[in-house]
């Protein structure tokens, strides 16, 4: 899309713009209501900035950074840099819900961001009835600057998605990554090979060698990665559908995986040296997977994760005025939360420091490690070792019980919510802290298996900006951040919460 093609969509669509006001429109907050008060409606007034980076931490709120707090003190030593930057950065409390929904999912969560407007869950920049939104990573290619995805999730998830693709249903991965290739994107790093491979692909298309013909390094390995010198990058380091493997399993399960800073901090530069500037998303996607399988201890490892990614973009942005981060969760899953525990509490912190105990996710334990018909001892034996945690007779032959001739790789691990007594879910309740007081894992319990609809935690910094109180914003509104930073004037086409629930009520 050239310039005057954008400008001229930017005035139809503001004319086609609607504001009905329906039941559903009580629910919502007014838009721009807190940024509306700002010069320019923006925190940077009318002064532009060459870059933004937009960090997103995907289903996790300010209980588990209240969890992950204590454990990057006590356990790991190394307290988050997190706590700091939400201190000094410009701060304010984010709504999460999307068109139909007050809890949203990961793609209208993201479309939200990225195109100013709230969609119906599940669809990627697009209303019921087909009109797509306009991506903001659309909008910078089209004024000059370079883009880039970066994710612990598949390439092709919802988040990611979200910033480039357009399609009715986020699951339509396979098309997300032909978009992905249209799109020009120039550096795009995750997981989820299945998607570009030919011999996966239902439609038999090799988009690892197209993307390798549009002049892309190709890599899927960390050493891979390290030796390519390629200004145009894809890199995909997780097998199948994978994901990146989680935190924890990459540090204690040997998995030859890169880190999420690692994916950074070969963005960065390749990014960085774009004369028009660059617009860049970093999404840390698993600790939304682990609340959904109430897996605390993988959630509090790619927290740590995170906050290294965190620290090489704070690095980034020291220092100069022309690089605008934004961060913010998408929305929190699971409602996890640290209770108070024993006597006056005291025996919440011995609790928790069993975090130390714990060296491999649920995933990997079930997926990777456990015989497909284990014998209670067998299982016994593996979690012990893995998950850090005592099992006994009632728990070992129950665990056996549900694993045993599952085909765990069908479970779709990470993605599907562990829906109430499901396998996924008996096992979580199995090891984690559900509704008896155990003295030998962390006191963390969970309300549910799905997103909540928990405000969450909106940091910006970087750009010369100062700390200060946004106050509460909608999750949209940081769309017209970007572009009045940018300096790009363009409004996606607008629908009501009753028109769309109508669509969708016709199917
Ligand atoms: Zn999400
Ligand atoms: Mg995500
Ligand atoms: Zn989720």
Redesign the pocket.
């Known amino acids: 899309m050239d310039r005057r093609e954008l400008l001229k969509l930017g005035a139809l669509a503001g004319a086609a713009a609607v504001t009905g006001v329906g039941a559903n429109a009580l629910l919502r907050p007014s838009p721009a209501a807190a940024l509306a008060g700002l010069p320019g409606g923006s925190p940077l007034g009318n002064r532009r900035v060459k870059n933004v980076i937009f960090l997103?931490y995907?289903?996790t709120g300010y209980e588990d950074f209240a969890t992950a707090d204590f454990f990057a003190r006590r356990v790991v030593g190394q307290p988050l840099r997190y706590h700091q930057f939400l201190s000094e950065g410009l701060t304010g409390t984010m709504i999460p819900s999307s068109l139909t929904s007050w809890v949203?999912?990961?793609s209208a969560?993201?479309s939200a961001w990225s195109t100013g407007r709230k969609i119906v869950n599940g669809a990627v920049n697009q209303f019921p009835d087909g009109t797509e939104l306009t991506p903001i990573l659309e909008l910078a290619r089209a004024t000059g600057r370079a883009t880039g995805l970066v994710t612990t999730a598949r390439a092709t998830h919802?988040?990611p998605a979200a910033w480039v693709a357009k399609v009715r249903a986020r699951e339509m991965e396979e098309e997300i990554a032909i978009q992905y290739l249209a799109s020009g994107t120039d550096v795009i790093l995750g997981g989820g090979q299945a998607y570009f491979d030919p011999a996966i692909r239902s439609d038999g298309r090799d988009l690892f060698g197209e993307f390798a013909g549009a002049g892309y390094d190709v890599v899927k390995t960390p050493g891979e990665l390290a030796s390519s010198s390629g200004s145009k990058l894809l890199g995909v380091f997780a097998p199948s559908t994978r994901h990146v493997a989680y935190e924890i399993d990459r540090r204690f399960g040997g998995v030859d995986q890169p880190s999420l800073a690692d994916m950074v901090r070969a963005a960065l530069p390749r990014l960085d040296g774009a004369e028009g500037g660059f617009v860049l998303q970093v999404e840390a996607?698993r600790m939304?997977h682990a609340n959904h399988e109430q897996d605390a201890g993988a959630m509090v490892w790619d927290w740590i994760a995170a906050d290294e990614a965190l620290g090489v973009l704070l690095e980034f942005v020291a220092d100069r005025d022309d690089t605008l981060l934004i961060h913010a969760?998408?929305?929190d899953?699971g409602g996890g939360v640290t209770f108070g525990w024993g006597s006056r509490y005291s025996r919440t912190d011995p609790a928790l420091m069993t975090f130390g105990n714990v060296r491999c996710s649920y995933e990997r334990l079930l997926l990777d490690l456990m015989p497909r018909n284990p014998s209670p001892a067998q299982v016994r034996e593996l979690v012990e070792a893995n998950v850090g945690v005592p099992v006994g007779d009632f728990a070992a032959e129950n665990l056996a019980a549900l694993v045993s001739g599952t085909d765990m790789a069908g479970l779709r691990w990470g993605h599907q919510n562990a829906v109430l007594g499901s396998m996924k879910y008996q096992v979580a309740q199995l090891l984690s802290q559900s509704f008896e007081n155990r003295p030998e894992r962390p006191p963390v319990s969970f309300a549910t298996s799905n997103?909540t609809a928990g405000f969450v935690p909106v940091v910006l910094a970087g750009a010369g900006i100062e700390a200060g109180n946004l106050g509460v914003i909608d999750n949209t509104e940081l769309f017209g951040v970007m572009t009045a930073a940018l300096g790009i004037e363009f409004e996606n086409p607008a629908m009501t919460a009753d028109e769309a629930q109508e669509l969708v009520d016709e199917g």
Do not use: E, I, V
Request: proline share 6%; charged share 25%; glycine share 12%.
């Open positions: 997103a995907d289903g949203t999912d990961s969560a993201s919802a988040t996607g939304d969760p998408d929305h899953t997103h």
